[in-house]
């Protein structure tokens, strides 16, 4: 039993490992490498015969150059709701979720990566997820220019990961469905382009079924639109939605967790 729980970190090192001697090996000059930052605030509020809010936050680092791609990302969110003929307060959303990854020849038409996640979320009933993975990407299409700092590029990846997750409440003694571990096969979907000469649009769409049951899996959509305001600092409006088929196993009420957010993002 050890050894089951250890092993999506026994994955994630010997990915890193491989990534690393494959990325040196590649490597015959120091390329010119490209570092960008991110903080981004959002939220909704809802008002009348319940109150709610809705607040998230996102701060994301990433570096590029021609022979690799690192990415990492540590987003937060809070969310209560107010009965205005009882006045009782009770916590509606709490997650927190950070995320790492590599990718070599970022710029090729095909790229290699590895990437980690370890999450959890009151909504899905996870008192953790931790999982860790590999696979490949091809990039369809991408414009050579790039338009006002905006990479616009559509591109599909497939990659097999493995996951353990935990469910608010669980010990050692008390097993849920909805736990334990999976091994998934994980396609995700990728498309930003600019609308005009200000509007950028981006959405991705992941979908995560288990190896041996394709009616087991987690899915995720994510459209922004984003309107700069000055050249460092932009407006965004984002619908935000992840299906996990086992919450419900978990003790969550809806297998489905949506949200619509209007923000501001700073970038440096």
Known sequence: MQTRRVFPFAWSALLCGLTLAVGGSARAQTPQTSWQRSVEASGTVLYGAASQRVLNGLLALSSESDARQLRADLQTGYGDAIDLVTRERRVIVRNTRGTFGIDLTPRARWSPFAFGLAETSLQ?????????????????WRPDSVRAGFQEDASMSLAFLSEQTRG???TDSTRSAGVGTRHR????LRYRTRVGDALR???????QPTVDRVARYTMESISTLAVPLRSALELTVTHRERLDSEARDRGAPSNRDGQ???GVRASF
């Open 201 to 207: 649009f981006s959405h991705l769409t992941l979908y």
């Open 168 to 170: 608010l409440g669980q």
């Open 185 to 188: 096969w994980s396609l995700r």
């Open 124 to 140: 899905q009933r996870l008192a953790s997820r931790v999982s860790a993975g590999a696979g490949a990407k091809f990039t369809a």
């Open 260 to 262: 619509l957010l209007f």
